[in-house]
């Protein structure tokens, strides 16, 4: 069953989100800051079977949504949400999610888009970054300034 989340689902919800904290990082900071009741964001969950589980999201911020899936997900009803929202600008996400969106007609040039886009963003800083000669960070580094800051 997918449905409208409420600060009634904030823990499993969140319990998802973490898995992948760095692919998540927008829908965790837009439920951190602004909570799950405004007129511009929404947010839809997919229940597992077994109660208190969340197995797939969907923010929608404005008029960009990003889904995030564990495995497989039911793509066609959140595709539907997307649809209906009437406003639709951008989809973002993982490739898998990507993937399974780019099935649904209504949904390709979206996805594709999508992917385009965010190519052509990591390039632009790769080639930046080795314009300015950054160097990567090493463990070392860290242990520095982790024992500096203790």
Not at 30 to 36: A, I, K, Q, R, S
Request: some cysteine.
């Amino acid at each position: 069953m997918i449905r409208k989340l409420n600060e009634a689902d904030r823990i499993p919800l969140m319990a998802l989100l973490h898995k992948d904290p760095a692919l998540n990082l927008f829908i965790i900071g837009d439920v951190e800051n602004f909570g799950f009741e405004r007129d511009f964001m929404e947010l839809w969950g997919r229940w597992m079977n077994r109660p208190g589980r969340i197995k797939a999201v969907m923010l929608r911020f404005y008029g960009s949504f990003l889904p995030y899936a564990e495995g497989s997900f039911d793509v066609e009803r959140f595709a539907e949400l997307v649809r209906k929202s009437g406003k639709t600008e951008m989809l973002s996400g993982s490739s898998h999610v990507l993937r399974e969106f780019g099935q649904v007609p209504d949904c390709q040039g979206l996805a594709t888009e999508v992917v385009a886009r965010l190519c052509a963003d990591v390039l632009m800083c790769w080639k930046r970054a080795r314009r300015m000669n950054l160097q990567k960070a090493g463990v070392h580094r860290y242990r520095t300034w982790s024992m500096l800051y203790k």
